[in-house]
């Protein structure tokens, strides 16, 4: 059974950290691009953060650049997002997403964890 199982969510304060891992079982991320998405109420999923299957190459929406640092292990399974300087407009519900590299059809969700950052 294919899953991406997110952890580490939870209330920060303004300036706080957390930190956000994600589990894979089923398959194997070794051939996924994986990311992060997040969605605030009453807004659209956007893109927070992602890294490719190859090379550890990055990228990040502006919103978090220099605040937030995606990485990959692979030989665990398991992608990591560390959140610095939180601020009240970071809270949301984060997802994980698994994109395969080569099947752009073959995507998988996780069921998200709420980061509430408030003082």
């Known amino acids: 059974q294919v899953q991406l199982v997110e952890s580490g969510g939870g209330l920060a304060q303004p300036g706080g950290s957390l930190s956000l891992s994600c589990a894979a079982s089923g398959f194997t991320i070794n051939s996924y691009t994986m990311s992060w998405y997040r969605q605030a109420p009453g807004k659209d999923r956007e893109l927070v953060a992602a890294?490719?299957?190859?090379?550890?190459?990055?990228n990040y929406a502006e919103a978090v650049k220099g605040r937030f640092t995606i990485s990959r292990d692979n030989a665990k399974n398991t992608v990591y997002l560390q959140m610095n300087g939180l601020k009240p407009e970071d809270t949301a519900v984060y997802y994980c997403?698994?994109?395969?590299?080569?099947?752009?059809?073959?995507?998988?969700w996780g069921q998200g964890t709420q980061v509430t950052v408030s003082s």
């Open positions: 890294i490719i299957s190859v090379g550890g190459s990055t």
């Open positions: 997403n698994a994109a395969h590299r080569f099947r752009p059809g073959l995507r998988y």
